[in-house]
């Protein structure tokens, strides 16, 4: 099956560092990524899609400034929390698809978990 | 706006029992739903995917059914077992994005 990989899976880092994660389609091109956060005991909410080559699709109330996303390739999207504080602490898991019909099941990397101190 | 609930929110059963988790969601124009199982601090697990053309899918003891005009799906599990003990979380597909129900915590007892 569709395999994704997120990077890294845990990492704990000062006040005011920028923080990269990585989400990497194994086996298929991804022509769509989704960046969700997650606080503990919630669900999923969604932070916005990128599509391959062209800019993301921030949700109502993320800061795009904050949140930097990168979807240079079919396989790898980037998100960069910038400047992090402890309020950005939290499980950030990303997700692809292939192909942009709404019939497309998405596939998801195991989250990281980001611990600012 | 498209809200999706799960009920019940947590759920405590003794192994072997047979479950039923619920999902609604308020707006029935949806390409597909999809549960998920998430273990504590880790990613989804996919489980079954139901396209808005479907009534039902099954995977071993697991079966899902939609009712799209009414909003609802449900999961059902066959002859629980401490393993299946996690979240779960159901999904609508709309336009472009997924919506993510609730969840329901589910412990199985030995």
């Known amino acids: 099956g569709a395999v994704v990989s997120q990077h890294p899976s845990w990492v704990i880092c000062k006040s005011g560092t920028s923080v990269k994660i990585e989400c990497r389609s194994l086996?298929?091109?991804?022509?769509?990524m989704f960046w969700y956060r997650q606080f503990p005991k919630q669900s999923l909410m969604l932070m916005a899609t990128?599509?391959?080559?062209?800019?993301?699709?921030?949700e109502q109330g993320v800061e795009k400034d904050k949140f930097l996303i990168n979807h240079a390739s079919l396989t790898l999207s980037t998100l960069t929390v910038t400047s992090a504080h402890p309020e950005d602490s939290s499980f950030y898991i990303c997700?692809?698809?292939f192909g942009t019909g709404g019939n497309q099941p998405q596939h998801f990397g195991d989250g990281t978990r980001l611990s600012i101190l | 706006k498209q809200e999706v609930t799960q009920i019940p929110a947590a759920l405590s059963v003794p192994e072997g029992e047979n479950l039923v988790l619920n999902c609604s969601f308020t707006?029935?124009?949806?390409?597909?739903l999809q549960w998920f199982r998430q273990d504590p601090g880790k990613g989804l697990t996919s489980l079954l995917l139901?396209?808005?053309?479907?009534r039902e899918q099954t995977s071993g003891r697991l079966n899902a059914s939609l009712d799209k005009s009414s909003g609802r799906s449900t999961l059902y599990i066959a002859a629980s077992q401490p393993g299946d003990s996690a979240t779960y979380l159901c999904?609508?597909?709309?336009?472009?994005?997924?919506?993510f129900g609730t969840g329901t915590r589910l412990k199985v007892l030995a």
């Open positions: 997700s692809a698809t």
């Open positions: 086996d298929f091109q991804a022509t769509t």
């Open positions: 707006d029935s124009a949806i390409y597909n």
């Open positions: 990128s599509n391959e080559g062209s800019k993301a699709t921030y």
């Open positions: 139901i396209q808005s053309s479907q």
């Open positions: 999904a609508v597909r709309g336009t472009y994005k997924y919506i």
